[in-house]
């Protein structure tokens, strides 16, 4: 691997691709452990505003960004943009120098990370699926959990860079394993975040303060992370950015049932959670985070929509 020297440490030239809610304080994060860094991103203001923020270097185009780096990371909405970029019109496996190590930290179907795995891999290149958990405040405070599938070499190689991104690091198996994971934690994901949603608006239906109730929740048995790192969005839903949206949410819940389809399991709560999810979309909701669908059941309840 070729490196440039900053200091004592040489540190591998990084590329990041897909500079979205998650992306951005992700690749931001890169910068400020003092690896050379260069991003794109379809819509090009936020590479802009990166390299304004950071010192990072915008590339012209994803094929531009891959020709000129050691370790490239792409953090897209969806596996037909990833496949896109490594499979098709992005034109990334056609400019990757040899031994380039590529990871990407979306969201994806394990089978849609084997596919770009194999392009790589084809083109000299080696690939890690490393999807991550946790939302935009754990993204910007550099404390994911990211969950790999690969070999565990590249893992190790990868291991500097990733330490920038989050506090925890899994290696769950070939690759795939890390996609895997992350669709069975999203799985518990969505079950809690519906679970939060119905059980508020139904105490608060029954007169309680939305805060006290949830004050509750963030110290009882059900006090998980999310709940913890959702808290100000559950409570003041027209005040915070959405930290996701509601579309990407359903999207991970088609990939998880698709893979319950194929492994020969079931997830009948992950079914309901997504026609719940499917009725939120179609009243407006889609943009919204997912815990707007406390919102969706509180209109729902009042008539609104
Ligand atoms: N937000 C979360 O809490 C969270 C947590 C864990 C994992 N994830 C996963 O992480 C991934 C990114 O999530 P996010 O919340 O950061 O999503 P986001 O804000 O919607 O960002 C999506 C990124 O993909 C790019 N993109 C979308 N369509 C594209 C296309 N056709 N060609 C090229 N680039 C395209 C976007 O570019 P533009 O800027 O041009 O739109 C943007 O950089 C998703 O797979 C999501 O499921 C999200």
Redesign the pocket.
């Known amino acids: 691997m070729s490196t440039e020297t900053t200091g004592a440490a040489p540190k591998p030239r990084v590329g990041f691709i897909?500079?979205?809610?998650?992306?951005f304080p992700m690749a931001a994060n890169i910068a400020a452990a003092g690896f050379p860094l260069s991003v794109w991103?379809?819509?090009a203001s936020?590479a802009e505003a990166l390299a304004a923020q950071t010192g990072a270097a915008a590339a012209s185009s994803p094929e531009a960004l891959a020709g000129s780096v050691d370790v490239l990371i792409t953090?897209?909405?969806?596996g037909?943009?990833l496949l896109?970029?490594y499979t098709g019109g992005g034109g990334v496996c056609g400019a990757l120098r040899e031994g380039a190590l590529c990871a990407d930290?979306?969201?994806?179907n394990p089978d849609e990370s084997r596919r770009a795995a194999a392009a790589v891999e084809a083109a000299g290149g080696r690939f890690v699926d490393a999807?991550?958990?946790?939302?935009?405040p754990l993204a910007e405070a550099g404390t994911l959990t990211i969950m790999a599938g690969g070999r565990a070499e590249d893992l190790e190689r990868l291991r500097p860079v990733f330490d920038a991104m989050s506090s925890r690091i899994y290696h769950m198996g070939p690759l795939g394993a890390g996609a895997t994971t992350k669709l069975a934690v999203n799985t518990v994901v969505y079950g809690l975040g519906q679970s939060v949603a119905e059980a508020l608006v139904m105490a608060e239906a029954a007169g309680l303060e939305r805060e006290a109730v949830y004050e509750v929740f963030a110290n009882s048995a059900v006090g998980a992370p999310f709940v913890h790192y959702r808290r100000e969005i559950f409570l003041t839903p027209d005040e915070v950015p959405p930290?996701?949206?509601m579309v990407?949410a359903k999207?991970?819940l088609d990939l998880a049932l698709a893979l319950a389809d194929s492994a020969g399991a079931s997830l009948p709560q992950a079914v309901l959670n997504r026609s719940v999810l499917m009725e939120a979309i179609r009243a407006g909701y889609g943009e919204d985070d997912m815990s707007a669908v406390a919102e969706y059941l509180r209109s729902a309840r009042a008539g609104e929509k």
């Open positions: 897909g500079l979205g809610r998650m992306g991103n379809r819509t936020k953090m897209v909405a969806d037909r943009v896109d970029l930290m979306s969201t994806v999807p991550v958990s946790g939302s935009t930290p996701f949206s990407l999207k991970d």
